[in-house]
């Protein structure tokens, strides 16, 4: 019988490639055998569900569930399975039962009502909890996999709970060494499988740190983590990350060690109070346990899957949750006892994990040795790029003491590094406000710029930029001074004053370079390169500049400097080289990852992949990146320049694509964010309408556009392009066009992207010749992508073919085909009209047919001619046609025919 155990999600998260695998199996009607598995609650039985509610109409489906304590009812799961169907007769049921019948026969009758049950008919037939199941159940479910019929047989079992003397373990043997077995093996969620999870349940984002708190409690099992949900109506998030485990499933979790023996009861409580990490000899000395005798307890605990051996003498429990459940049945004086004997042990040892020494002291009420282990390790955890245990650490310091700048400065660090703004902007506040000497309050400064930038809050910057230009006038040339100059570099960079930016970067070089500041020069040539390569007249110098700038950041171990100098490489002008382009971006990931520093990491990395897939010219590919990037984030709550960070991105490339109704989704979801940049949201809306053809919307989105342009100081020729574009397909008067593109260009724009707009509304006005120059001008430009290029050639056939040049016109299309060979969308649609108008199969086409018999009937008039020996003039006169019409037929017989001269052309036509 089919149970169900609905979860607290409406969908399932994380499983879709294995529910396609099997709905693949399904839908073969050929006999196949998955077996699915994994830990209690992962989710085995919720896939089966989702995959019975998408087989095919007239599927058969039975599915049985072995229960513990059933191996010794014989055809426990088959008994299951039909119970309540009343085709099956009381005569079968009782041979099935009778154990006065030989095994063998029992086994034919078991076979026989499965087969009056599914007959022909495809059928999905399931086995939930083999690791239960009896012996009789094992031996069936083998000899149904030997049948043949279009049926799809699955099992389930939990891996750890599976011993040699089960039956489920021989049968698992005999199905490998007969069939082709699909084994799929669920794991625990993604701290983005969780956070959706958490979305999916609560029909909101799921706040950041609420998400990460809760994967870590729960280890991303989605039982545990449907079970507190329930437990708290409402679903406020933050409250259930310190909610009390529900009684039920504290319950549960308890039963796994109801029946240790005392001594093994004592160590697995001493093991509870040791954390995340139990290290061998400090639950050995807490407990004063001999280490023969520990060894088996530890092993007797690993069978059971209490714990895991994480590491080299050291142990964790397998599910985070038991360890709290067990936890809360100890006595405060209890754990207080243990906390105190695991912390003289480190203390008297020396080097300990500064974590650990602040877990224990904390927990035994010894908060000067807490405070001291909470500076120390926040400062280490930084430095190994843990983020989030350096912000963990910090802020345990700061429930003591609160306004402690050393611990404020590591919060609002490592708030920042790990994604989480309102803390990062909440403790770097306090950090200014607390921070006495004035490196330290530059610092601040430096931190509250970039997170006010990253909040959108554009009024916030500017004061800040103004109180550090006032400090810079207070202090006296040195640390603090450089370290701020730093800070206004960076705001002026940020906001595009590039001039501004490069004055106040080089003051803070030469206050470095006199007062022997390595930190601060790496950060004002970080500041200066940025700067320099957003500027196209400079762009390669700062490229420069970054280059070296990363080498040396690294050997410093200064991974935020490097990571961040990488990212704008990645951003910038790319490099010729496309293997030279991924490696920088692999190195940006593998730097930020070595800060901790999650938006370079994770979003910017799905970003610089996109890049990358554009430079190659895969459409498809850039539209995957971003889509991953966006499905590990979206289920989060952020803000400011993160929240949907790859929405923008992932909406101009599927407006390239013509998706349209997904544009339509994505600039309903931007509009519902606040502080977006005041032309995104317009220009958007501008380009879809000029692609559905819906004047008055593009009308009013122009107007919009054009407004808030003008509080923009700065230019995107891509942005120019694409819209200029998108007016073209509209048809707007070139009179328009002028207009637009006086808005959206300016000299700071990159030379070939103003080309190539200029040339667009050139030809947009008749003037075919003067456009054709500024296209052929730019062909091969390396800041154009393949598209744009091939776009490109496209414009300039169509110039060539105003001019009557076709065979020129046909290089340009073949060339503009190979760079549109990835891509779909508008793009290439213009090129097949170019095409068609060129007599030339579309370029998704077959293979055209080749050889005399691809010939129209003109040219094969005129193949014949020139067998004769007939030159373009002559064929000109005698066909009463141009020479230059002559010219093209010539040329398109030569390429059909595969050919390079007229005489092979007579060989291959007298042949035929």
Known sequence: MRTNRGGASPVMIGRASELRRLTQLAKSREPAVAII??????????????????????????????????????????????????????????????????????LHTGLAILADLIGDSPAVIVFEDLHWADSESAALFERIADQHGPRLLIGTYRPDEVTRRQPVAGLLAQLERRHAVTHVRLDRLSRAQTAALLAAATGGPAPVRAATALHQRTGGNPFFLEELLRAL?????????????????????????????????????????LGHRILFDLLADVTGTGEDELIAVLRNLVTRGVLVESGEDEF????????????????????????????????????????????????????????????????????????????????????????????????????WLAGLLDDAL?????????????????????????????????????????????????????????????????????????????????????????????????????????????????????????????????????????????????????????????????????????????????????????????????????????????????????????????????????????????????????????????????????????????????????????????????????????????????????????????????????DAHRMLVEAQVTEAHGWHAQALAGYLSITESNPLGPAVRGTVRVSAARCLLAADRRAEAQEQVEAAGLLLAGWRGWRVAQLDRVRAQLGMAPADAPPAVTGPAALTPREREVAVLISDGL??????QRLYISPKTAAVHVSNILRKLGVSSRTEVGDLVGRH
């Not at 909440?426 to 000497?437: I, L």
């Not at 349209?660 to 600039?667: A, G, K, P, S, T």
């Open 426 to 750: 909440r403790h770097g506040r306090r950090w200014r406000e607390h921070a006495h000497d004035p490196p330290d309050q530059a610092e601040a400064l430096y931190l509250l710029v970039r997170l006010a930038w990253e909040s959108r809050e554009a009024a916030e910057v500017r004061a800040l930029t103004a109180d550090i230009e006032n400090l810079i006038a207070q202090l006296p040339p040195g640390a603090g001074q450089a370290r701020a100059m730093t800070a206004i570099a960076q705001s002026a960079y940020l906001y595009d004053e590039t001039e501004t930016a490069l004055l106040w970067a080089d003051r803070a070089l030469a206050l470095a370079d006199e007062f022997d500041l390595p930190s601060v020069r790496l950060t004002a040539l970080l500041e200066k390169g940025s700067a320099m390569s957003d500027w196209p007249q400079t762009a390669s110098d700062g490229s420069k500049i970054l280059s070296a700038l990363v080498h040396e950041a690294e050997q410093a171990g200064e991974w935020v400097i490097a990571a961040r100098a990488l990212n704008v490489l990645v951003q910038g002008e790319p490099p010729t080289s496309s293997a030279e382009h991924a490696e920088i971006l692999e190195r940006m990931r593998v730097n930020a990852e070595r800060a901790g520093f999650e938006s370079l990491s994770v979003a910017a990395y799905f970003q610089g992949r996109a890049r990358l897939a554009l430079r190659a010219g895969d459409l498809g590919a850039a539209i995957a990146a971003l889509q991953e990037g966006r499905a590990q984030d979206r289920s989060l709550r952020r803000r400011g320049r993160w929240a949907d960070f790859h929405g923008v991105f992932l909406a101009g490339l599927s407006l390239e694509a013509g998706d349209l109704d997904l544009v339509e989704e994505l600039i309903a979801d931007l509009s519902a964010l606040p502080n977006n940049p005041p032309t995104v949201i317009p220009g958007l809306a501008f380009h879809l309408a000029c692609r559905r053809h819906d004047r008055p919307r593009a009308e009013a989105a122009l107007a919009e556009l054009v407004t808030a342009l003008e509080g923009q100081v700065w230019r995107s020729g891509e942005q120019a392009h694409d819209l200029i574009s998108a007016a073209l397909e509209l048809g707007l008067p070139a009179d328009d066009l002028d207009r637009m593109a006086a808005t959206l260009l300016d000299s700071e724009v990159w």
């Open 316 to 415: 964790a429990f397998r599910h985070a949750l038991v360890r709290e459940a067990i936890a809360g049945q100890m006595l405060g004086r209890q754990r207080r006892r243990l906390h105190e004997a695991a912390l003289d042990v480190l203390l008297r040892g020396g080097g300990s994990d500064p974590a650990m020494v602040a877990h224990h002291a904390r927990g035994a009420g010894r908060y000067e040795d807490m405070i001291a282990a909470a500076r120390h390790g926040a400062a280490l955890y930084l430095s190994i790029g843990s983020a989030f245990q350096a912000l963990q650490l910090a802020e345990m310091g700061l429930d003591e003491v609160p306004d402690d700048p050393e611990l404020l400065g590591a919060a609002a660090r490592a708030a």
């Open 871 to 876: 030159t373009n003039t002559e064929l000109a």
């Open 37 to 106: 598995a994994g830990e209690p609650g992962i989710g085995k039985t919720r896939l089966v569900q989702e995959l019975l509610d998408v087989v095919p109409a007239g599927t058969i489906v039975l599915v049985g569930q072995a229960e513990p304590g059933s191996l010794a009812r014989p055809y426990e799961v088959l008994l299951d399975a039909i119970d309540g169907r009343p085709e099956v007769g009381d005569a079968r049921l009782a041979a099935l039962s009778d154990a006065e019948r030989s095994p063998v026969e029992r």
């Open 233 to 273: 109506p409402g679903h406020d998030l933050e409250a259930l990350v310190e909610q009390p485990l529900p009684w039920s499933l504290a319950d549960v979790l308890r039963r796994q060690v109801e029946d240790l023996d005392p001594v093994s009861h004592r160590i697995v409580e001493a093991a509870t109070v």
